[in-house]
């Protein structure tokens, strides 16, 4: 499977963002897809989750209650809504996936990957 994130850019804290991730292929519903980030210097870290149906979702605690990852199977894609940006969410955010039924929060368990976008947030 091939991904294409998009939508980042440049918002004040507390801002919002959407996140898109469109992915090629008829498969996408066999794939665990996660969301990833890398501020500059530090390493790449997970941000969410989701299966493949989209019944379940997973978040590290530090964007727990502010974003949200959903899916449409339909459309090949998946989402995350950030909401109540701060100036530590800075940083590129990729897509990712993983044919498999368990979620994973290494970024060496995705066996596929985004190319990533660039989300900003001002002070």
């Known amino acids: 499977v091939q991904l294409q994130a998009s939508g980042g850019g440049l918002v004040q804290a507390g801002g919002s963002l959407r996140l898109s991730c469109a992915a090629s292929?008829?498969?996408?519903?066999?794939?665990?897809m996660g969301w990833f980030r890398q501020a500059p210097g530090k390493e790449r870290e997970f941000v969410a989750a989701?299966?493949?149906?989209?019944?379940?979702?997973y978040y590290a605690d530090s964007v727990k209650g502010r974003f949200t990852i959903s899916r449409d199977n339909a459309k090949n894609t998946v989402y995350l809504q950030m909401n109540s940006l701060k100036p530590e969410d800075t940083a590129v955010y990729y897509c990712?996936?993983?044919?498999?039924?368990?979620?994973?929060?290494?970024?060496?368990?995705?066996?596929?990957w985004g190319q990533g976008t660039q989300v900003t947030v001002s002070s």
């Open positions: 292929g008829r498969t996408f519903s066999s794939y665990v």
């Open positions: 990712a996936g993983r044919q498999t039924v368990s979620y994973g929060y290494i970024p060496n368990e995705y066996n596929y």
């Open positions: 989701i299966s493949r149906s989209g019944g379940s979702t």
